[in-house]
């Protein structure tokens, strides 16, 4: 890339920027929660699943294990038909007690707001962490790739990589440290609202002039 390149390329960013700051001034996590170990299982439900129908299921979930403490005393078996709708329930069901038990026995029952003490916990990945990190305790040790950040970030040329661990790792270098929480959640957001996976609406996107994906 020529320095013209280059120089244009950190004017399309700004632009970008500026237009989803447009779209999203605040944009927050958009799964129901009241503190930091509810929103940790509601991320791990979230795999495969829409945080929508998380949403259906955590009221009824946390009415019985409100924190580490309940849920680290919880049947398993009452957990997986809990969280049955949210797919893959056992595994998931498996790794929020087993976390519970963990940040009962080694944290004082509470979520750590620590990268490497995160990924420590069962069924905890980047993606987890940086969610938790970032919503509850405001620390951008990371960018949330998600799948509507993986698709939008490919689309709006500013990764080609598939791997989330490269995703991130490409935009960190991209995008200013100052902006990686706000930065996910509004391609979250931009993704579930104007760019769908499978009906992408070009014609009213803000970013469309400068995204090389957009349709005619």
């Not at 991320?43 to 403490?69: E, G």
């Not at 519970?100 to 944290?107: C, G, I, K, P, S």
Request: contains cysteine; aromatic residues 6%; glycine residues 4%.
């Amino acid at each position: 890339m020529t320095a013209a390149e280059e120089s244009e390329e950190k004017r399309r960013l700004q632009r970008i920027f500026r237009k989803l700051d447009r779209l999203f001034l605040q944009p927050r996590c958009e799964l129901d929660h009241e503190g930091s170990f509810q929103l940790l299982v509601a991320v791990i439900l979230s795999a495969q699943c829409t945080d929508k129908r998380v949403n259906m299921v955590t009221p009824f979930l946390f009415a019985r294990f409100p924190d580490a403490a309940a849920m680290a005393r919880a049947d398993l078996a009452e957990v997986e038909e809990l969280v049955k709708s949210t797919g893959f329930f056992r595994n998931k069901a498996k790794n929020i007690v087993a976390t519970a038990r963990r940040l009962v026995a080694d944290f004082g029952g509470e979520v750590p707001a620590d990268m490497a003490a995160l990924l420590s916990l069962p069924g905890v990945a980047r993606k987890t962490a940086n969610v938790v990190l970032g919503e509850c305790f405001g620390i951008a040790e990371g960018i949330v790739v998600d799948t509507h950040v993986a698709r939008l970030s490919k689309l709006l040329g500013l990764t080609e990589a598939s791997d989330p661990v490269r995703i991130e790792r490409e935009l960190i270098a991209r995008v200013p440290r100052s902006r990686w929480i706000k930065f996910a959640h509004q391609l979250i957001l931009h993704g579930r609202r104007t760019c769908i996976a499978r009906r992408p609406n070009c014609a009213a996107c803000l970013l469309r002039p400068d995204c090389p994906s957009a349709r005619p």
